[in-house]
């Protein structure tokens, strides 16, 4: 089965806390590419990567109630220095890091968050750790590679899809 052999590529990696520069939107039809918007005018006003060479693009989606109804939205972090400042419309947040699930997705094909799942699902070592003191469940996607998309060119190629875990 396709899905086994592709479970053989899941890694388990740790990702060191860090402090970043949040866009969250909330509104429209496309917040992935609002916040991508909002995320390189910072990048590129600032000149992060002059800063911090070593840049890190986490994305995740962060639902909200509106009206009664559940909105989709999307938050993108850029890991950035402790003591940079942040512009709005961003927000300054410490990520706590931790133990993670990684399954990457090349060519970044959404239906392989299923195979993270499972594998974290059935997994007799580790279960899924919901540590993380935001709204989300702190599931997340790495997009590589940070300097090629603000910097040369605007396309994700790949994914490292996570899940936050802890041992049993």
């Given at each position: 089965m396709e899905d086994v052999d592709k479970a053989k590529n899941i890694k388990i990696?740790?990702?060191?806390?860090?402090?970043?520069a949040s866009a969250h939107y909330m509104e429209g039809l496309e917040p992935e590419s609002a916040t991508n918007i909002i995320m390189k005018k910072f990048i590129n006003d600032t000149e992060l990567f002059k800063?911090?060479?070593s840049v890190r693009l986490?994305?995740?989606n962060k639902p909200i109630q509106l009206n009664g109804e559940q909105r989709h939205c999307y938050e993108l972090w850029a890991t950035i220095p402790d003591d940079m400042e942040v512009p709005a419309p961003l927000v300054k947040r410490k990520f706590a890091g931790g133990l993670y699930a990684c399954y990457?997705?090349?060519?970044v094909n959404w239906d392989d968050w299923g195979i993270l799942n499972e594998w974290v699902g059935e997994s007799e070592d580790f279960e899924h750790d919901r540590r993380e003191p935001h709204e989300w469940e702190g599931r997340?996607?790495?997009?590589?590679?940070?300097f090629n998309i603000y910097g040369l060119e605007s396309k994700f190629k790949h994914f490292d899809f996570l899940i936050p875990i802890k041992r049993k």
């Open positions: 990696i740790y990702l060191p806390p860090a402090t970043v800063i911090n060479p986490y994305g995740f990457t997705s090349k060519p997340l996607e790495e997009h590589f590679n940070a």
